[in-house]
Structure formats: structure tokens, C-alpha cells
């Protein structure tokens, strides 16, 4: 796979950090196009680099949801395999990847056209989906999830050009200030960090558990929040709500100390126009669990309904 793009952002190509302006938009097209979203949910998401669609699915899809979750964790519990990520020191479940892959529920639930048409609308072009997961943080003992950039390792690791991705969060379980959702620093998806260091071989297996390659440093982090002046927002909301956050917003969460779970349905949609190149890390490419590049088609938004598989 050739090489046809230069590196608009370096990163872990020294022992530095530094703070990049973003040289793609945010925003696609016009905040005033067709689609799903409003100009003025256009505007914020141009200006935040998220937004928060509250109950996007209703009672009764939600209780689909979770009965497809309980039997998607049932079926993995006991699986050992490289896309099945365990949290450190315990056996419980952190992410199972590639669920748009399961021919069945959560395949359907990828190309549903509530989802797909808003993420159409602010990247201008047809899509498909570069990872999808689930991600569980049990009550009690579920991890933090330290501050990054997804677009950081997207580029760096799996060759994403440019930032024309955006990352749906469904929200399966109540997302509570205490149960350690996402927190977004707004306005950051406007600036990139390039991280200092370099990355480790095979960095993937290590990373998914505990991020430390391409994270930022702390100046960084604290120059990003004094930009959004001095704001951290939380993505807390009721089981069906939608958040849509820019590939390059920077975000983590706490741990989860509450007896309440969270969970949540992760889909990356990736401009068809933006396909992944080679690494610019110079290594080779990440499994295809975490970054599609057999196959690619755009994705025909599906049925409307959520129904079970």
C-alpha cells in the first residue's frame, strides 16, 4: 500500500511534545447542509467537536440493546482472543472489537440510518466504519482511560491521512457523573498534540489495556483546557442517547467506582475519501480487528427500527 500523502502530523518523532494547528476542518460542508443535524448542532459540533443527541433510541430499542449486550458479553466471557481486551488484573471484559462484523444485531445497529446519516452530514461524503467495540466498565473496578487524541494513534499506527473521522458513542447503560463517563475538553479538536517518544512494537497489546504511547504530557493537557477556559465536559446522559465526537477531540475517563456499570457501543466512521495508508510510524499495520482496510465499501444506511438478530 503505497504512500501518497505527507505527514501533516508528526508525532512520537522526539523526546518533545508540541501543539500543532489543525490543517483539515472540522466541519465538512456547510453548517447549513442537508441532514439529520440542524445548523445550529452543526455550529456546536463545529465549535466543541461533539455533541450529545439525548435518547436517539427509545425505551424499547434500549431494552433491545442491553439484552444484545448480556448475550454478547455471555458469549465472550470465557474467550481468550487478541480482540477481547480484559481489564489489568482481572478477567472482566474492558472491549470486544469488530462487533460490525457479527452478521447479526450490532452489524445492523452500524448501518442504521439515524447514526450513519449524521455522520454522512458532517464528514460530506459517504463512509464506512475503520473499528467499532464495545467497551464495558464494570462497577467497582472498572479503569480510567488516560487523556488522548483517538486521531493520535489512528494516524500514527494504522495511517489515517486526515482528520475525517468521527467516533459514535451509544450509550447502553446511563451514563452517570460517577460512573466514569467520557469527558471531552471542548474546542480541542482544534489543535493537535504531537507526543514525544517513539512506539514500541506490537504497542497495541499493551495500549488497549493501558495507554502510554501518544499520550500527551501534562503541559499540553493543561495549555488544551486553559483554550476551552478551564472547562472538562462530561458525555452523561440516559441508555439511548448518541454522542458524536471529532476523531480528534481529545478525551479519557476516570474509573468507575460506582456499583453502576457503563457501557457503550463504539463505531468509527471514516470518510470513504480518507481510507488508512501505511503507518506513519514506519512499522506495519495493526490487525484488521482494529483498522479496517479489506473491503472497504461505503455503508448503505440500513432500517430504521432496531429489531433483535
Known sequence: MAQTKVDKYPSRTG?????????????HQKADSDGPLTKEEMKRFDEQGYLLKERLFNEEEVKILKEELRQLMDRNKSRDADDVIKEPGSNEIRSVFEIHKDGGFFEALSK??????????????????????????????????????????????????????????????DNYEFNGPLMLIPGSQNWYVSCPGMTPEGNYKESLKKQESGVPDNDSMSWLVDQADGQIDRATGPAGSVLFFDCNTMHGSAGNISPYDRSNVFFVYNSIENQLQEPFSGQGPRPEFLANRNNIKPIHPGRDQLHHS
Not at 523526546?15 to 466541519?27: F, G, Q, T, W
Not at 452530514?121 to 487524541?149: C, D, M
Open 112 to 173: 442504521n440510518e439515524r447514526i450513519v446519516k449524521i455522520a454522512e452530514q458532517l464528514l460530506a461524503s459517504q463512509v464506512y466504519i475503520t473499528q467499532s467495540r464495545i467497551n464495558f466498565k464494570p462497577g467497582f473496578k472498572g479503569k480510567e482511560f488516560y487523556w488522548h487524541s483517538d486521531f493520535e494513534t489512528w494516524h500514527v499506527e494504522d495511517g489515517m491521512p486526515d482528520m475525517r473521522a468521527v467516533s459514535c458513542s451509544i450509550v447502553l447503560t
Open 15 to 27: 523526546n518533545k511534545a508540541e501543539i500543532l494547528e489543525r490543517k483539515d476542518p472540522v466541519i
